[in-house]
């Protein structure tokens, strides 16, 4: 099947696909991608100004895997965090808040749905299949932890069918947080500077054969486009193996097929544990950013997070935009306060323990 069919079956195809995630037992094997809704270019006010001939730099970070949430046929241990903290919504992001507070745009991977709907899709053999959910009102979680964009595009996006899915847009769109990911292509504009956000799913539920070539030929088509409307274009791929350290061989073969079209930066995500950071062209592919605020999964084997941070220069006159990027600032974390447990509070790794991080990553700091 051709991806330009597969808006116009999404809804029948996730009643029927099966797909897993790691959470607590190893997943199956997983089918590839679908493309669904399309939004309206978004505007982030921000003060600075690159018109006429003028210079500005921002900073992006990048972060993994959040499930505000949990699966409803286990114990809700966010929600009992929650409550323990009195209600305090700030207390999930609140130790990484001065990397994100203080930088101009952040973009998550948005692993579950924002609903109060009670009817889960059919993802095949219910004891090998999660389905994350937290209510609406949990989108506090991201206000407050200053994440300005995420990705809708992986395989729990839709565990609550299309219902699920359209509460979770709406909850984002009441705090004004960018979602993109599938035919949701939005531009918002940062300090002057249009940012481009594409996402796409490799792992379902899935509609149409999913082979790299599709992939490719989307790419082209949503980069090409993109390119005359944004200055800087981000694109995310769930992708890969879970619980796997190395990539598989088509996330390189798209990572850098994305920057040959001039993708700016690409973002990996679904392995829920780090890969390498591969540097092609100037540019970069994270493989896998590993979770980071992860309901999912109270004892993880790997508690190992970061978060990516690229600073870039954009010079914009009426005739020529050029945009220059610095060396990305990696930030070791863990996505627990706590060792022994996840309490879902990401929190900075301290010196003596970041080394594994960058082994992870293949990083040279």
């Not at 959910?133 to 932890?145: N, Q, R, W």
């Not at 899915?165 to 531009?187: M, Q, R, S």
């Not at 060396?327 to 990401?346: A, K, L, T, V």
Request: proline share 7%; aromatic share 12%; charged share 20%.
């Amino acid at each position: 099947m051709r991806f330009q069919n597969v808006f116009l079956i999404a809804i029948v195809g996730v009643m029927i696909a099966g797909v897993c995630i790691y959470a607590m037992e190893p997943p199956p094997s997983t089918p590839k991608p679908q493309q669904m809704g399309h939004p309206l270019p978004r505007e982030i006010p921000v003060s600075g100004d690159t018109k006429n001939g003028a210079e500005t730099s921002f900073k992006i970070s990048v972060i993994g895997d959040c499930t505000l949430g949990y699966d409803y046929r286990y114990s809700d241990y966010f929600g009992q965090t929650l409550a323990e903290q009195g209600g305090d919504y700030n207390y999930f992001f609140r130790q990484v808040e001065p990397y994100l507070g203080a930088d101009d745009f952040t973009v998550a991977n948005m692993e579950g749905t924002l609903t109060n709907s009670s009817e889960p899709g059919d993802k095949g053999d219910p004891a090998k299949c999660y389905y994350f959910k937290g209510p609406p009102e949990y989108v506090k979680v991201l206000e407050g932890g200053s994440i300005e964009a995420v990705n809708l595009a992986n395989n729990h996006s839709l565990d609550y069918m299309e219902s699920g899915h359209a509460d979770t847009k709406a909850a984002l769109d009441a705090k004004n947080i960018t979602h993109f990911g599938y035919e949701e292509k939005p531009v918002v504009e940062v300090k002057g500077v249009r940012i481009g956000l594409l996402g796409y799913n490799l792992i379902g539920p899935v509609l149409g054969d999913g082979e790299v070539q599709d992939y490719k030929a989307a790419l082209e088509q949503d980069i090409g486009r993109m390119k005359g409307d944004a200055d800087l274009v981000l694109v995310g791929f769930h992708w890969g193996k879970e619980g796997s350290y190395t990539p598989e061989s088509e996330q390189a073969e798209l990572g850098r097929f994305a920057i040959d079209l001039g993708a700016d930066l690409v973002m990996g995500d679904h392995p829920h544990v780090l890969q390498p950071i591969e540097e092609y062209k100037g540019k970069y592919i994270i493989h896998s950013l590993g979770n980071f605020c992860f309901g999912g999964n109270r004892y993880p084997a790997d508690f190992d997070g970061m978060i990516f941070q690229q600073e870039y220069s954009v010079w914009k006159s009426d005739s020529q935009t050029t945009v220059t990027a610095e060396r990305p600032e990696i930030i070791p974390i863990s996505i627990s306060s706590d060792s022994g447990f996840n309490d879902f509070q990401p929190s900075p790794l301290p010196q003596d323990s970041r080394a594994r991080v960058f082994t992870k990553l293949n990083w040279q700091q």
